[in-house]
């Protein structure tokens, strides 16, 4: 089998180790003490929060405001609606002693926030004027995993968690559709992530909600990653902490809610999605460093290169390009290239002497088919930025073009489950859980989504021969 | 004794009570379900997103990275460190059980991060080339108050705590310094607190500390509020957790490590110092907003000033003014100039049919001697940015008028018991921790700090005579 130049697991010999192996090399992660834990190292850090301002400038535009509501929740709360402590009981971490003594009630570390905030939104909704409540936090959650994984799951991760409270059905279900479109557009415009719009069926929902919706990425496996998903609650949550509004006519109206939440899982989807056997691929909108500078040559002449090296770094800053210059002495430019190739970064320019003397910069991109260009060093601040606009498409077409080569539409069994093995299939289901079940036993997949845009259809069950059960066929694969 | 116009509590009848009750009139907080936790709600948490911004930008622009380190702890961690462990033990919330079992080892949910911020050095730390570490965290912390109080002391807090590995003392000495400066900067450039920089007395030392630095402020009742610090660990926690690099000549060597910390309390510290019996006053560089505009008349009249006023409104954004234009329809215009008053916004711009007739409004200071303006419409996107930069140095005169008027230099027992009913003393000290303790029992008073820039004195111990053990007179007052 294939090793990879820096002596890892290739892609093709064993993907999952591939990635693991990744994320602890290119710096974006390490292992925490408590199992299941990680640290976001500073590398890996700075992506989140370039997608954390492109999510908050967002969600604030249209009229979110965040709040911080607390991390310990007693016990109690979450028994208020039944399927929510069902579904969410196993995977509890509970605070049982505190300030030295035993606690009357045990505090549950949040695993998300439907509780906490319905209880707080049930003393501040009073009339009809307070809707809708429009409400977002960003906080870390608990949720006990068996089989952690970096990013993708952890005991403990990072998300912003939208909660939404609204006088009737319509605007909350308005409230639910924005949030999945805002998801999909950012996957896809700053993740550079073609993913898949669509509702869970039954046995996906989160427990609680009466619909919840998912964006699908899949990733370089060909598997699914649930990347962000937004829940329509109905009056459920209302009711167990008695949500409830004032009409014009002076009666009690139970409110709708929602909630909507995105991840640092999302950190782990972009190393899935575009990252090779070199290391990591970033789009420019969450890069770091868009650009890396790495200055050639021997003493003087290195000094001269790395001066002129600081000044283009400063124009291209001024130019609104994320841009390093990589000064260190004790390795060689080889080295230099080589670890930013495993960082990912978007573009490399290489410059010596030599290249100084004809006022020209090697630039490098870390994937395409443009290879090295010559460019010449006056016109790069307008210049890179049109290269890293190029790139970040580039990389959502190369996505999209390995997702739409590997997504089949299937009508029979057989080519159903070949389809799932490499990567999704599109096919008719009876809508039956026991069916679904049979499906997951014989492949591993499991149904992803309903595409909200797919054309309506009918057909028979690709599995047990039943009447369709949904207008359109369902996207199933096998998933993170 | 007096009440205050809006039927609450006034401050010279209970400062204690005026306070809790504004922060929650106002709407900055709200009480969470376990004990003296508490929910940031929107108004208070973009107060705290603001100050945020600020401290993010100074940590980043001098080389600190941001990072990400797990909330639960194995309890064995703390105990690696004798001091640490010591004063911390008695608020610890611990994790006994999760994803259904109990725990083989407890985990702590973090009061503090030193101790895993520790573990995670010891393996990125190899040479002098990794040095120094600078590291930072924006996190919850948990620690179990017998008697919390909003903002000031709540069960669960939110703050950013740095942390930095160094080759020798000196470099982290000068971080140490280097963290208090940019803390005094921003409370007195930020918030308009005039602090006192300086360093505790070994009683006062955070757990495990070489030496511990501070900000204190001085709130509106001539209390002291700790409003930052910053730690010199020395090697004690690069001892306990193996913390060390190989020197240019191969040899191990142990970091010198330090801790700074800036929390909500401040959120806390604004209302103190700056609060009236109307209510809030914010300093314009943390007001969620800076201007609000009230629209007055009734009917067309009224719907020709709110378009006026939301075009004024837009103008004043982009001239940098967060501006918010009142159009609630069922509240009148005195309503809403109180409910301003009490959120402290520091200008309101009163709108009327006959102001646009004549191009004017009426620009209202939250406090100040200069009383209602009628100012050209045209000129306030000019004139709106001065006026608030005059706002902001006035809080900043009138706080630190204050803290001198209520400061006293004092060298007898009965003016210093007589200083701290009322404000802060400045008093040589023997240093001794009995000493202190009885300068507790009898005032309830304690040593906030021994300022950085007071000049160097000797003389007698204000309690009990014998020799000072600082070189300068040391700050004492009640805390918060």
Redesign the interface.
């Known amino acids: 089998m294939a090793r990879d130049a820096r002596g890892g697991t290739a892609q093709n010999e064993d993907f999952a180790s591939w990635y693991t192996e990744l994320v602890f090399k290119a710096g974006l992660v ?1 292992r ?3 199992k299941g ?6 590398y890996g ?2 992506l ?2 370039l997608l954390q301002e492109e999510l908050d400038r967002r969600i604030k535009d249209t009229g979110h ?10 016990e109690s ?1 979450l028994s208020r609606e039944a399927e929510h402590v069902e579904g969410f ?12 003594k035993e606690l009357d009630e ?2 549950v ?1 949040r695993p998300t926030s439907e509780t ?1 905030i319905g ?2 939104m049930s ?2 909704v009073a009339s009809h ?1 307070d809707l809708p409540l429009l ?1 977002n936090q960003w ?2 959650v ?1 949720r ?1 995993e ?1 089989r952690p994984r970096m990013f993708l799951r952890t ?2 991760f ?1 998300w912003q968690e939208g909660h939404t409270a609204h006088a009737d059905a319509d605007s909350a279900m308005r409230e639910t559709t924005w949030a999945l479109e805002m998801y999909s557009q950012v996957a896809r415009d700053i993740a550079a992530m073609p993913v898949i719009a669509g509702e869970k069926t039954a046995g996906e929902r989160f427990a609680g909600a009466a619909s919840t919706f998912t964006i699908e990425g899949m990733m370089g496996d060909g598997r699914a990653l649930q990347a962000g998903t937004s829940h329509y609650m109905a009056t459920n949550f209302a009711e167990a902490f008695g949500i409830t509004y004032a009409g014009e006519d002076g009666g009690s109206t139970l409110c709708h809610t929602t909630s909507w939440g995105m991840s640092t899982r999302m950190v782990g989807g972009v190393v899935l999605t575009h990252g090779d056997d070199r290391g990591l691929v970033l789009p420019p909108r969450l890069a770091p460093h868009q650009v890396v500078v790495v200055p050639i040559g021997k003493g003087d002449a290195l000094a001269r290169v790395e001066r002129e090296a600081g000044d283009l770094a400063e124009r291209l800053r001024r130019a609104g390009v994320r841009t390093h210059v990589d000064t260190r002495p ?1 390795v060689s430019p080889g080295f230099k290239f080589n670890d930013w190739e495993l960082k990912g970064v978007p573009i490399r320019l290489e410059l010596g002497p030599r290249d100084l003397d004809s006022g020209t910069g090697v630039l490098v991109r870390r994937v395409g088919d443009e290879g090295k260009e010559t460019v010449p060093l006056e016109t790069l601040p307008e210049r890179v930025p049109a290269v890293l606009d190029e790139f970040q498409a580039f990389l959502l077409r190369r996505a999209t073009r390995f997702r739409d080569a590997h997504t089949v539409t299937v009508d029979e069994w057989t080519s159903f489950a070949e389809a799932v093995s490499t990567g999704w299939a599109r096919a008719f289901h009876c809508g039956n859980a026991a069916c679904e079940d049979d499906i997951k036993a014989h492949t591993a997949a499991t149904p992803r989504c309903v595409p909200l845009d797919a054309d309506a259809e009918s057909g028979a069950c690709v599995r047990c021969g039943a009447a369709a059960d949904y207008d359109k066929r369902v996207v199933f694969g096998r998933a993170y």
């Open positions: 390490d925490g003490p408590a834990t990680m640290v976001i190292r500073p850090y700075r989140w929060e405001e965040n709040a911080s509501f607390p991390l310990l929740i007693p709360y009981s196993p995977e509890l971490a509970v605070v049982t002693h505190a300030g030295g045990p505090l570390v906490v209880e707080m003393k501040w004027r409400l906080a870390n608990v006990w068996m005991t403990e990072l004790q």
